[in-house]
């Protein structure tokens, strides 16, 4: 009993400035011949995800796998199963884990303010080339940047559905192929062919002669100058972004952090002109 409540007790463990200062040495280190291999598998693999770190966990053949903010356990033997969770100690009643996903968040935190310099103009994205999906009144804007062929694509429409009052527009890219999103832009109904295959995996709504003309090729070339190197890449209505997964709670929050700095603009007005004296 007293084992199981300790064990309840570790998510709301405090993380000390010690402790982050040596996991992020511990993060910056060097991969051995085995992480680095294993980095090139997955990456290989998955080629629209964004791999940042490879590292042997505490379990023997268990290794941990970074994606930005973003944690998962995979096999050296067989990487393509990942998962997700944390590792605990039930020895020592430790999160080996908790520690670095709070390094991690800390990380990300920062990351944001240093990309609020080269945030993305969103009232410039050619939303004609986007798959349009508006939920409740559609009155918050949200710009994503998806392959139906990206694993981490799959798991983030799930917690899209979950949002309301939102419009939402998705930039196919093809990094990891053409035919499955010309086949989602050559659907007759493309927004119904892309919800189907991404939430159910049902492809019946997929274009059966995939020939049409797509915008593919620009948003490829938009990705490239907004410097999205991965998906799914979030942009929300600020112009900030999010590179990578992330669940319903984390967008939500940076829906309305977004809208709050859009009304705080709109209501400062514009900078009054000053009279120049003759």
Request: aromatic fraction near 6%.
């Amino acid at each position: 009993m007293m084992k199981t409540e300790a064990l309840m007790r570790l998510s709301g463990a405090a993380i000390t400035t010690a402790a982050l200062t040596l996991l992020s040495a511990a993060v910056q280190a060097a991969p051995n011949a085995q992480e680095a291999r294993l980095l090139a598998t997955l990456q290989k693999a998955n080629p629209g995800t964004r791999f940042t770190s490879v590292q042997q966990s505490a379990v023997p053949g268990l290794y941990e796998v970074w994606m930005g903010p973003n944690v998962a356990y995979v096999s050296a033997r067989n990487p393509r199963y990942f998962i997700f969770g944390r590792v605990m100690d039930t020895v020592t009643m430790t999160d080996l884990t908790g520690p670095k996903l709070a390094l991690a968040e800390r990380m990300r935190a920062d990351t944001e303010v240093a990309a609020s310099a080269q945030s993305v103009a969103v009232d410039r994205l050619p939303i004609a080339d986007a798959i349009k999906t508006v939920r409740g009144t559609g009155s918050r804007s949200l710009y994503v940047f998806s392959d139906p062929a990206c694993g981490f694509c799959k798991r983030l429409e799930p917690e899209l559905e979950k949002l309301q009052d939102v419009t939402v527009y998705t930039f196919l890219v093809p990094f990891q192929g053409r035919a499955l999103p010309q086949a989602v832009w050559c659907s007759a109904d493309r927004t119904k062919a892309w919800h189907d295959l991404m939430l159910r995996g049902d492809a019946a709504a997929l274009g059966a002669q995939a020939d049409c003309t797509t915008p593919l090729d620009r948003n490829l070339q938009l990705a490239r100058q907004l410097r999205v190197n991965g998906t799914p890449t979030l942009v929300y209505a600020d112009g900030l972004r999010t590179d990578g997964y992330v669940d319903a709670q984390e967008v939500e929050r940076r829906l309305a952090a977004a809208t709050g700095r859009s009304g705080a603009q709109l209501s400062a007005g514009p900078a009054p002109v000053q009279e120049k004296l003759p």
